[in-house]
């Protein structure tokens, strides 16, 4: 397929279309940012040159956000790199930087609300010989779909004593006769059905695509009752309405089936999330597919990229309707801005996951065996170096061409 302008498009039915030469933009990002982004640069080009030679590359274009952005524009997200990104369907970045208590709120939050990217995906599997806490790190192998434009990641609140705080403690005593401290900062959790039923929709579709067993809703339903309990009510309602042929409940599976999910189904159940902390440690091979509100998957999928060794090998992607995102999942790390010697692991593999999303599968699956030999080969960066015996420390740039020398 060819294009002269390498633009991705995107049909009615939800399908992309791509080019040979697709031009996709690239955040380098700030801190690590740029150290790993050449990293993974250097990874992906090589996989999709072995995987089809010369029929096949992607066009890399440089958009801006971040430090470097700030610097050159006056503005940390440039309206042009929201449009570049809209017009180009896919991009890429590496971490970038968020102030904490004060200053502008996150650009990663911001880049995910502007171009409705509304599914975070983050698969967490284990990578052969990779360190890590857990004592049986290969039963873990979930994927998370963290809900991305609402709950508390929307940013609305106030400052304790500001007029609006102050109108709303007065509001809730009017209307429900509950005090809230006069010295109380005010935050506000929307969670909507639309929202609701577009995330588990999508994870119900990726359930069924790849053959898992399940999929978890994860919520916190028995204390905040009219948004996280109303998120698993509308997890349940669309799995019904819209997947009654390929999906069960687990009242259903242990009435009917005896507990053995029929070849083809698809359990949809729900934890409460406190426990759910518990499931991952004590029973993860009994976990495919989570679904859960924003702040439940924020701290879900860090705590389940620490089981299989840390967020240096943790891929993401954010993915909307005809838009796609991925990206390192740690940050920026300033401290060793330049000095070529972080894990690009997670940059790495977000990679991997644009190419499996641009349906070039067969360069996806050379990137992660890459990587995986390279681990193999105890050619690794200072972090798991140290945590791996006879491991040899190599830079950031040095592992990106032992992956390379791999594929």
């Known amino acids: 397929m060819t294009d002269p302008k390498g633009l991705i498009t995107y049909t009615e039915e939800g399908k992309l279309l791509v080019p040979d030469f697709p031009v996709i933009p690239f955040i380098e990002g700030d801190g690590t940012g740029p150290d790993i982004w ?46 570049l990104v809209r017009t180009h369907r896919v991009a890429i970045k590496g971490p970038l930087t968020t102030p904490v208590g004060k200053g502008f709120r996150s650009i990663n939050v911001a880049l995910r609300q502007e171009l409705d990217l509304y599914a975070c995906i983050r698969p967490v599997k284990y990578i052969r ?48 006769g509950r005090e809230i401290r006069a010295d109380s900062g005010i935050g506000l959790k929307p969670i909507s059905r639309t929202g609701t039923r577009r995330l588990v ?41 819209e997947f009654g042929e390929h999906t069960l409940t687990e009242e259903q599976l242990y009435e009917n089936h005896a507990g053995t999910v029929p070849e083809g189904k698809v359990v949809i159940r729900d934890r409460i999330a406190d426990a759910m902390f518990q499931q991952i440690l004590l029973r993860p091979e009994e976990y495919d597919v989570l679904a859960m509100p924003n702040l439940n998957g924020d701290y879900m999928s860090d705590a389940l990229a620490a ?16 838009y796609a995102l991925f990206e390192a999942t740690h940050g920026t790390a300033p401290k060793y801005a330049g000095q070529d010697k972080v894990n690009p692991g997670s940059l790495i593999l977000s990679g991997a996951m644009m190419l499996d999303h641009l349906d070039w599968k067969e360069a996806a699956d050379r990137v992660r065996q890459g990587l995986l ?35």
């Open 38 to 83: 050449r990293a993974a640069r250097l990874v992906i080009d090589g996989a999709v040159s072995q995987a089809y030679g010369s029929t096949r590359a992607v066009r890399w274009l440089e958009i801006l956000a971040g430090e470097k952005a700030f610097e050159q524009t006056g503005n940390w997200l440039p309206d042009e790199t929201l449009e």
């Open 129 to 176: 010989g990779i360190p890590g806490p857990m004592l049986r790190p290969d039963d873990v192998d979930m994927v998370v779909f963290r809900e991305n434009t609402e709950d508390v990641y929307m940013g609305i609140e106030w400052e304790a004593g500001s007029d609006t705080a102050r109108k709303i403690i007065d509001l809730v005593r009017e209307d429900t």
């Open 201 to 241: 929709r999508m994870a119900i579709e990726y359930a069924i695509e790849h053959g898992r067993e399940s999929v978890t809703l994860v919520h916190k339903g028995n204390i905040m009752k009219f948004t996280e309990g109303a998120f698993r009510n509308w997890g349940y309602e669309v799995a019904q309405e």
């Open 307 to 322: 089981m299989v060794g840390g967020l240096g090998m943790a891929p993401g992607a954010n993915i909307g309707d005809g």
């Open 373 to 407: 030999k390279a681990v193999e080969k105890k050619r690794v960066t200072y972090d798991l170096a140290r945590q791996m015996e006879g491991a040899t420390e190599v830079k950031c740039s040095e592992f990106a061409e032992t992956v390379v020398n791999s594929l």
